[in-house]
């Protein structure tokens, strides 16, 4: 099992707790955890996507080429690139680069993306918003098997034999589905024999067999193997030294976030009852000891039939550099050695 990180580069305290600290700092801080995260052995990274004042990730792409420079291993990816309401031609090439950088280290998560800001800013119709990424996707494809493109579509310029540069150094850029909970996004990865990335912020992990059930019943009717249909999880934690180390960390933070979410989304206020039940056994939340949350993870893999990989987000809590420096210590150096054993 593949372990990492995912970050939205969002805005951090002060390592005393203060004030939140100034973009540039924010991003220095951002590519020592990167840096990091390579040093004590985790197998990725990844940056999500937004384009909201309160994350630096609307350029995943430029993040990562700049970790790429600072790291020798780890694997370096989006969490997840909004492909609806981007140019499928400039997310390969940036990626394709980004993999010329990182001598073959470079991958894609592409999704059609839970915020939705990207879509007015480009100039898309959000009630396009399954259609838009259909098309792009087999767009992507498309460029990534191919060095000269003839295709055509609706909400693009057709391209007429046109070669399309530069070309990855790997012989096929890794590309993950990125989904939710629609059945159809399962079953279209599974059609598309793509590796699968769920995004599991809430509610109880083992709800989403079905889904996964859904996805590898898709892949095996169009002829791909268990192998290649991969499923990775990734999940909103972090880790301590102890449980209740984790949870003084983390708790307030994260209820504060998920609250101003929920106003923008219609969900209610976080509780302090409803925490507990998702860092129970059967919760989503991956917050704890690094025993604990490795137990969980193998629970959750278990529960969907066996995961390739897992990914901690752990920057929306608003924690200061040092919590999350040591946190993703006690992922590389205790959480994945227990979990790679097994």
Avoid: C
Avoid at 78 to 106: H, M, W
Avoid at 189 to 197: D, E, F, I, S
Avoid at 246 to 270: F, K, L, N, Q, S
């Amino acid at each position: 099992m593949e372990i990492g990180i995912d970050s939205f580069a969002s805005a951090m305290l002060s390592n005393d707790g203060g004030n939140v600290i100034s973009a540039v700092d924010a991003m220095s801080q951002l590519l020592e955890r990167i840096e990091f995260a390579d040093q004590v052995g985790l197998d990725v990274f990844g940056i999500g996507e937004h384009h909201r004042k309160e994350f630096l990730d609307s350029a995943p792409a430029v993040i990562l080429a700049a970790a790429a420079a600072r790291t020798k291993t780890i694997r370096l990816t989006s969490a997840v690139a909004v492909l609806s309401a981007a140019d499928p031609v400039r997310v390969f090439q940036n990626f394709a680069t980004l993999d010329l950088i990182s001598k073959g280290r470079a991958e894609l998560v592409v999704g059609r993306g839970s915020s939705v800001e990207a879509f007015p800013l480009f100039g898309f119709n959000l009630q396009e918003y399954d259609e838009l990424f259909i098309e792009k996707l087999e767009l992507l494809l498309t460029i990534r098997e191919n060095e000269f493109v003839t295709w055509s579509g609706r909400y693009r310029a057709p391209l007429r034999n046109q070669p399309i540069y530069p070309r990855p150094l790997q012989a096929e850029l890794p590309v993950w589905l990125g989904v939710g909970g629609t059945p159809e996004s399962f079953a279209r990865a599974g059609t598309l024999g793509l590796p699968l990335m769920v995004a599991i912020i809430g509610g109880e992990t083992h709800r989403f067999r079905p889904l996964v059930d859904l996805y590898r019943a898709a892949g095996k009717k169009a002829g791909f193997s268990p192998d290649q249909l991969k499923v990775g999880l990734h999940s909103l934690g972090y880790v301590a030294n102890s449980t209740a180390e984790a949870i003084d960390d983390y708790y307030a933070g994260y209820a504060e976030t998920m609250t101003r979410i929920g106003r923008e989304r219609g969900w209610p206020p976080v509780t302090r009852s409803q925490f507990d039940a998702q860092i129970g056994p059967k919760g989503a939340l991956l917050v704890g000891g690094p025993d604990e949350v490795a137990k969980k993870i193998r629970a959750h893999s278990e529960s969907l039939g066996g995961i390739s990989r897992v990914t901690f987000q752990m920057d929306n809590a608003g924690l200061a550099h040092d919590k999350l420096l040591r946190s993703i210590e006690l992922i590389g150096t205790h959480v994945a050695p227990l979990l790679r054993a097994n």
